[in-house]
C-alpha cells in the first residue's frame, strides 16, 4: 500500500463496510485457544459487546462470525479487520495527525504490534502469553482514528484497550491516559481474568505491551546481562564469567532476551524452548546460537563448550525439565540456573507439561483444563526436585521474576524453608537488582528514535555515553560499579545488534543519568542533528510497580504487598509532562500480583519538552527511592540524602534506625 492509502485506512478507522474475511494463517505464531468459560449467557453479552462497534445492519453477518471466533479461539479478535498495510514502525513524520505527540504514540503502537516484535501478532499479544496492546482489531483502528484527530488540547482516554474517546485538557496534560485490568480487588483471580477478557471488557496489559512500551527483547537484555554478571560476581572465585553455565527456559517475548545476555556477559547459556516458532524467530534474528533437541548432543555439545571456555548460546528444543534432570544423570555441573517462562499465566501457555507436545498441550488446556493445570503442578514438583539437587551440588539458582517460586510453592513443590513462609531460592531482585541498582535509583530508562533512522540511534547512543563518562568523573564509590557496567554496555550496544522493530536503546540509569541524557538528547533535536526521540522505561524499575515476589522484594518493613507506589507514580507522572501514562493489573508476574504503572515521553527539542523532561524524570526515579528509605534499605537512604543535597526543594521523610536489641523480651 502507497503511505496515501495507509492514511486513509486510519483516519477512517472502523470500515464503514464490512471486510472480507481473511485467511487464518498458521506460520504466524498464535495465541493458544483459552478455556471455555463464559455460560450461553455469558457468550450472548460477548457478543453484544463485541457488536457495538458496528452499526446496526451489520450485526446479523458479524455476529455469526463473531460467534465462530468465540468458539473456536475463546476469544473475538475480529481478525477480519485486521489492516491490509505492514505493522511496523515508521518514522514519525509518516503519520497522519495534528500533533506530534500523538503520532509518536501511533508509531509505539504498531511498534509493539510488528511482527518481528510481537509474540502473537494476530490477536495483538505482544509478549508474555497475554500481554495485549488491544482487545480486537476495532479497538486499534478506533484508537489510531483518535490519535490521527487529536489535538495538542485533548486526551484520549484508554480503557483496557477499548478507545473510550478524546476529552478536552491541556497542551501539558497527558495525550493518553491508559488503564489496563484495573479490578476490583475480589475479582483478581486468574479465572476472573479469563471471564472479563472473553466479555470484552478487561485485559491484561502485561508491563510494556499494555503502555505500547515494549522494544522487543532488547528491553530486558541490558537487566538480564547486570544479573548474570552479578550472579557470577556472586559465585566462589574472582568473579569471572568464563567457562560459567547459565540454564534457563524461555525464548518467547522478554525471555528470549536471555542467550544474547548470556553472550554479551560472556557465559555458556542453554535455553530450553517448546515452540518451535519461538526458537526459530530467535536464531533467525541472531539472538541463539545452536539449536540442539537431543540431549546426548547437547552434553556433548556443553561438555565441549566448557572445556574450551566458549563464550556461546544454545538453544534446548524441549522442556527445560528434561534438561535440569539430563545434566543432574550426566553429572553436568550448572553454575547458575534460573527460569523465564511466562509461569505469571500458567493455565494459558505459560509452562507446559513435561511429556506433552505443544499442540498435545493446548488441546487438553482449552478441553481438559483441570487436567492440565494437574499436569502442570507435577511438572512444577519435578522441575523444582530437580533444581534442588543442584543447588545441593553448589549451582546459584534465583527466581527471576516469572513467578516460578510462587506457582512452584503453589503446587507443594519442595521450595519453602522451615517457616513455610520463605521460599529456598532468592528473587534476583532481592540479591542483585534490588540493593546494587534500584537502591540506588538505577534502572531501565528507554529511548526510541522517532525518525526510524539507524543514525540517529548512533548519535544517540555517543551522547549517552559521553553523559556517563562526565557523570563517572564525580560518582561517589558507592555506584561507581554501576556507572561502569552500564558505559560498557552503551559501548558495546552497536555491535551486540540489540534492534528488533524500532530504533530504541535502553540503558540503566539513575534519575541524575536520565535527566541528563534526556537533556542532551532535546538539544541535539533542537539543533537538528537528530529526529524527536520517545522517552520511556521498563515498568520494572525504581518507582513504576509494586511487586512482592519481583520489583519490591526486597522490601521488608511489611509493606510490599501494598501498591501505594505505583499509583503515586503514575499520578505524579501525568500531571508532571509525560505524553502518555498508564497503569496495570498483573504485568510481569501474574493477574492480580502486580500493580505497574509506566509512561512515555515525546522529545521534540522544544522548551516545554525541556521543562518536562526535568520535572517527571526526578520524580519518575525518586518516588521509589523515597519509598525504599523509608523501608530502610541502606542504599535508597544514601541515594535520597544525595538527592536532598543536589534538591534543595526535595525533603524527604527519613526513617530512624531502631536498636533491635531493645525489641527483645517485650512480647
Known amino acids: 500500500m502507497t503511505l496515501t492509502e495507509i492514511h486513509e485506512e486510519i483516519l477512517e478507522g472502523i470500515p464503514a463496510n464490512i471486510p472480507p474475511k481473511k485467511e487464518y494463517e498458521p506460520a504466524i505464531n498464535h495465541a493458544p485457544k483459552r478455556k471455555e468459560i463464559l455460560s450461553t449467557e455469558e457468550k450472548k453479552l460477548a457478543l453484544r459487546n463485541a457488536l457495538r462497534y458496528f452499526p446496526k445492519e451489520q450485526h446479523a453477518e458479524l455476529a455469526e462470525d463473531f460467534a465462530k471466533e468465540l468458539k473456536e479461539y475463546g476469544r473475538i479478535y475480529m481478525y477480519r479487520y485486521r489492516p491490509d498495510y505492514t505493522m511496523y514502525a515508521r518514522g514519525i513524520n509518516e503519520y497522519p495527525g495534528k500533533c506530534e505527540q500523538a503520532k509518536a504514540v501511533m508509531l509505539m503502537i504498531q511498534n509493539n504490534l510488528d511482527y518481528a516484535v510481537a509474540q502473537h501478532p494476530h490477536e495483538l499479544i505482544t509478549y508474555g502469553g497475554n500481554g495485549a496492546v488491544f482487545q480486537n482489531w476495532a479497538q486499534y483502528r478506533l484508537a489510531m482514528k483518535y490519535l490521527a484527530e487529536m489535538t495538542d488540547e485533548q486526551t484520549l482516554v484508554m480503557y483496557s484497550g477499548h478507545p473510550m474517546g478524546l476529552f478536552p485538557s491541556h497542551k501539558d496534560a497527558p495525550r493518553v491516559v491508559v488503564t489496563n485490568g484495573m479490578v476490583i480487588p475480589n475479582y483478581s483471580q486468574p479465572d476472573d481474568w479469563e471471564k472479563m477478557n472473553a466479555l470484552g471488557v478487561s485485559q491484561y496489559g502485561q508491563m510494556t505491551a499494555g503502555s505500547y512500551m515494549y522494544i522487543g527483547p532488547q528491553g530486558i537484555v541490558h537487566g538480564t546481562t547486570i544479573t548474570v554478571l552479578n550472579a557470577c560476581r556472586m559465585l566462589p572465585g574472582d568473579g569471572s564469567t568464563k567457562g560459567k553455565l547459565f540454564l534457563t527456559a524461555g525464548l518467547g517475548g522478554m525471555s528470549g532476551a536471555q542467550p544474547k545476555a548470556g553472550n554479551i556477559a560472556g557465559v555458556i547459556s542453554v535455553t530450553a524452548e517448546v515452540n518451535e516458532k519461538a526458537t526459530h524467530t530467535r536464531h533467525s534474528q541472531g539472538w541463539v546460537d545452536e539449536v540442539i533437541s537431543d540431549l546426548d548432543e547437547l552434553c556433548t555439545r556443553v561438555r565441549e563448550a566448557k572445556a574450551n571456555t566458549e563464550t556461546v548460546s544454545i538453544a534446548y528444543q524441549g522442556n527445560v525439565v528434561d534438561v535440569w534432570e539430563k545434566f543432574l544423570a550426566e553429572d553436568i555441573y550448572v553454575d547458575l540456573g534460573s527460569d523465564q517462562t511466562s509461569l505469571h499465566n500458567p493455565w494459558a501457555g505459560g509452562y507446559y507439561p513435561v511429556g506433552y507436545s505443544v499442540e498435545e498441550s493446548n488441546e487438553m488446556m482449552a478441553k481438559q483444563p483441570e487436567l492440565f493445570k494437574e499436569k502442570v503442578q ?182 510490599k504487598f501494598t501498591a501505594d507506589m505505583a499509583i503515586h507514580n503514575v499520578i505524579g507522572d501525568g500531571f508532571r509532562g509525560a505524553t502518555w501514562i498508564s497503569i496495570h493489573n498483573g504485568g510481569g508476574v501474574g493477574w492480580g500480583e502486580v500493580i505497574n504503572g509506566g509512561f512515555g515521553m515525546l522529545l521534540d527539542g522544544s522548551e516545554d519538552s525541556d521543562r518536562r523532561l526535568k520535572m517527571m524524570l526526578h520524580w519518575d526515579v525518586n518516588n521509589g527511592i523515597a519509598r525504599r528509605s523509608w523501608a530502610r534499605n541502606e542504599g535508597a537512604i544514601f541515594a535520597i540524602k544525595r538527592e536532598m543535597e543536589r534538591t534543595p526543594d526535595l525533603k524527604v521523610t527519613l526513617p530512624n534506625l531502631v536498636d533491635d536489641n531493645l525489641l527483645d523480651g517485650k512480647f
Not at 526510524?452 to 564525580?474: F, H, M, S, Y
Open 378 to 559: 507435577e511438572t512444577l514438583r519435578r522441575h523444582a526436585d530437580a533444581v534442588n539437587k543442584h543447588t545441593a551440588k553448589g549451582t546459584y539458582f534465583f527466581d527471576y521474576g516469572n513467578a516460578f517460586l510462587l506457582e512452584g510453592s503453589r503446587a507443594g513443590a519442595d521450595i519453602m524453608t522451615e517457616n513455610g513462609i520463605d521460599f529456598k531460592y532468592p528473587s534476583y531482585v532481592q540479591d542483585i537488582m534490588g540493593p546494587m541498582c534500584f537502591d540506588y535509583g538505577f534502572g531501565p530508562f528507554r529511548w526510541v528514535c522517532a525518525s526510524g533512522k539507524p543514525e540517529d540511534l548512533q548519535i544517540t547512543d555517543d551522547i549517552a555515553c559521553e553523559v556517563l563518562e562526565e557523570i563517572r568523573k564525580n560518582s561517589p564509590a558507592e555506584i561507581q560499579q554501576q556507572m561502569a557496567d552500564n558505559i560498557q554496555w552503551i559501548r558495546g550496544a552497536q555491535e551486540n545488534k540489540l534492534v528488533v522493530g524500532s530504533q530504541a536503546r535502553i540503558l540503566y540509569a539513575d534519575s541524575e543519568g536520565r535527566i541528563k541524557i534526556a537533556e542532551a538528547f532535546n538539544n541535539a533535536i533542537k539543533e537538528g542533528r537528530i529526529g524527536p526521540v520517545v522517552l520511556g522505561r521498563d515498568h520494572h524499575d525504581v518507582s513504576g510497580t509494586d511487586s512482592p515476589f519481583r520489583e519490591t522484594s526486597n522490601i521488608y518493613d511489611g509493606s
